[in-house]
């Protein structure tokens, strides 16, 4: 089982990226799949998550500005406009065989990171 993460960048405050996380392995079908993110010198933290039912749930500080969304669960999007600084980070997808919510712990398999920077 493997997780692609791709679309990090650097771009201006205001700005848009569109990150994707391709899944891959036999039979591989998630419950859920999230995107955490991880700034230097900070925990990682929950960015959105969405099952397989297309139930969503975002960090606050995310709300309005970030959408997931997904291609039957194989593929996640994170489209993430109204970019600030403060959302620099490398930022990671994880895969749920069976739940649903924000601790790590619950994650089966992790994706390899995609750097995302956004300058003022």
């Known amino acids: 089982v493997q997780l692609q993460a791709s679309g990090g960048g650097l771009v201006q405050a205001g700005e848009s990226l569109r990150l994707s996380c391709e899944t891959s392995g036999i039979d591989f079908v998630a419950h859920a799949i999230a995107w955490y993110r991880q700034a230097p010198g900070n925990p990682r933290e929950l960015v959105a998550v969405i099952t397989n039912l297309g139930t969503t749930n975002y960090a606050d500080s995310v709300k309005g500005r970030f959408t997931i969304s997904s291609d039957n669960i194989r593929t996640v999007f994170l489209q993430m406009n109204k970019l600030k600084p403060e959302d620099t980070a490398v930022y990671y997808c994880?895969?749920?065989?069976?739940?649903?919510?924000?601790?790590?712990?619950?994650?089966?398999?992790w994706g390899q990171g995609t750097q995302v920077t956004v300058s003022s």
């Open positions: 994880a895969a749920s065989l069976s739940s649903f919510g924000r601790e790590e712990y619950i994650y089966d398999y």
